[in-house]
Each structure stands twice: as structure tokens, then as C-alpha cells.
């Protein structure tokens, strides 16, 4: 039987999930945890909230607040009133996960070469595109 190109792209996301837990569990962290490390370090933005999370990952509220009330407890992160709106918290690094950065962007820069390595930037291209017509749904 052919696989279809849902499940296709679900298997593939449960094996970059299970490559990035095994990296990420050398330093006590999950996959995604080191991913709002590098989220966090990016400096795109000043301040980064909760809603920046959601956003980039594609996660509902609930799930965002248990990530980071697990971040915080393991003293990766802070989470500090937003002056402006006391109803906001700003989300920064601890130490801690500071110290983690620098591992976690070189995997992750690693696992982009990979991929460069082994397709053009086009088949690339293409590849987000179609990623990109799941999302939007």
C-alpha cells in the first residue's frame, strides 16, 4: 500500500521530533525546549511573550503555558510582568539555558546543512511550499 503524503509528512515529524529529543536529552532538555532556547537566543525581537511561542510553533495557549512553567521550573527561563500590560509576561533566558545556546544552535545549524548538502535550494523551496499548504488549513 502507498503511503499517503499526510502520513508521510506525519512519519517525518515524528523522526525529526525523535532526532531532536535524543540530541536534546543530553543536556536534560526535549526537542522542543531546545527549540524556544534558540527561539529565545534569535534577538529577532527585543521582548519576546507567550503569544510569540504560539505563533512560531503552531501551539495553543495551554500547551505553550505548561512548556514554560516545565522551562521555568527546570531554571531555563523567567517569566517577569510586562510593565506595559501587567496581564503580559516577557520571556527570557537564565543562565542556564544561556549556556545551552551555543550546543543547541550548532545541532540545529548542523541539521540545516544536512539538508542543503543532500537537495538543491529549489527542491527545498518546493519542499516549504507544500509544508506551507498543511499549515494554512
Do not use: W
Amino acid at each position: 500500500m502507498t503511503k499517503t503524503t499526510g502520513r508521510v509528512i506525519i512519519n517525518t515529524a515524528n523522526q525529526l521530533t525523535k532526532n531532536f529529543g535524543n540530541f536534546a536529552k543530553k543536556y536534560g532538555l526535549t526537542g522542543t525546549q531546545m527549540e524556544i532556547i534558540d527561539f529565545l537566543a534569535s534577538n529577532e525581537k527585543e521582548i519576546y511573550f507567550q503569544y510569540d511561542l504560539e505563533r512560531e510553533f503552531n501551539i495553543q495557549r495551554s500547551t505553550a503555558t505548561v512548556l514554560l512553567q516545565r522551562m521555568e521550573k527546570k531554571g531555563l527561563i523567567e517569566r517577569q510582568r510586562y510593565p506595559g500590560d501587567a496581564r503580559q509576561k516577557v520571556i527570557t533566558l537564565k543562565p542556564k539555558a544561556q549556556k545551552l545556546v551555543q550546543e543547541c544552535q550548532k545541532f540545529l545549524v548542523a541539521e540545516e546543512n544536512a539538508l542543503h548538502q543532500r537537495f538543491s535550494a529549489t527542491e527545498i523551496d518546493t519542499l516549504k511550499r507544500i509544508l506551507a499548504f498543511y499549515m494554512e488549513e
